[in-house]
């Protein structure tokens, strides 16, 4: 069994709206992975990306009736918040999240790609280190990009990536591979959904932490 598969994202819509619901069901199933990955180090990450899920969830208990669309929340927040917008509440928790699932995203496309090392085939440190720059590296400073030095060095192999990704079952790599493509279909459009809405909300910020 796939890890992956068992928590498929739903497919988007027509109009590209991102259901508050689904989206928050799908990704609190990501935290716990970072439990298999071993070091003290992913932990930092995994309490990042919990507290963006729970300040989100906070604002859609209030009203779920209203809040139907992670849309309806950005748009609300701006709103009332007015001119502390839009770093603030859950636009700005949503803004560092999908930061991070991209990160997961681009990297996860780099293994199905077959992007390696071929010096050392079965390190991922190629594949993290293209998610890091295409996702992140621009938002942090010199502090938090030695956080990322000590998670790249932290990194499991390859070979025990996968096998995480495969609920520690010894499953051939093309399958877990077909299976990581099969998660995708439905991940990606969901992450350039949620960077398209802060594009046209102007949503977005470009300072670093
Ligand atoms: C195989 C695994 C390899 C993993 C390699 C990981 C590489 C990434 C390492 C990066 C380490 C990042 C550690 C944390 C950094 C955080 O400082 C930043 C900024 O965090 C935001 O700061 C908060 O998330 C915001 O929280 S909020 O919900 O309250 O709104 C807020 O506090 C904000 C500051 O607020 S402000 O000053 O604007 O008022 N976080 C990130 O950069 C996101 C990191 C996500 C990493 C995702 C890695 C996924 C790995 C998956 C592996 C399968």
């Not at 935290?31 to 859609?60: H, M």
């Not at 990297?107 to 071929?118: F, K, M, N, V, Y």
């Not at 093309?174 to 909300?201: G, K, R, W």
């Amino acid at each position: 069994m796939s890890l992956l598969l068992d928590n498929q994202f739903a497919e988007l819509p027509a109009d590209k709206s991102v259901d508050t619901k689904t989206f928050l069901d799908n990704v609190s199933t990501l935290p716990p992975f970072f439990d298999c990955l071993g070091s003290k180090v992913f932990s930092i990450i995994k309490s990042d990306i919990n507290g963006n899920i729970t300040k989100i969830r906070a604002v859609y208990d209030q009203d779920p009736a209203k809040y139907v669309t992670l849309q309806d929340i950005v748009e609300a927040e701006r709103e009332t918040h007015k001119g502390e917008w839009p770093k603030v509440g859950a636009t700005l928790a949503l803004m560092w999240l999908k930061r991070g699932l991209r990160f997961i995203q681009v990297l996860l496309q780099s293994l199905a790609d077959g992007d390696r090392d071929e010096n050392n085939p079965n390190l991922i440190r190629v594949n993290i280190t293209k998610a890091y720059e295409h996702a992140l590296k621009r938002y942090h400073g010199w502090i938090v990009q030695k956080v990322f030095s000590a998670a790249l060095i932290a990194a499991p192999y390859r070979s025990n990536f996968l096998k995480a990704l495969s609920k520690g079952e010894e499953v051939k790599d093309e399958d877990c591979l077909a299976n990581v493509h099969l998660f995708l279909v439905n991940y990606t459009p969901t992450v350039d959904a949620i960077y398209e809405m802060y594009s046209n909300l102007n949503a977005e910020l470009d300072y670093t932490v």
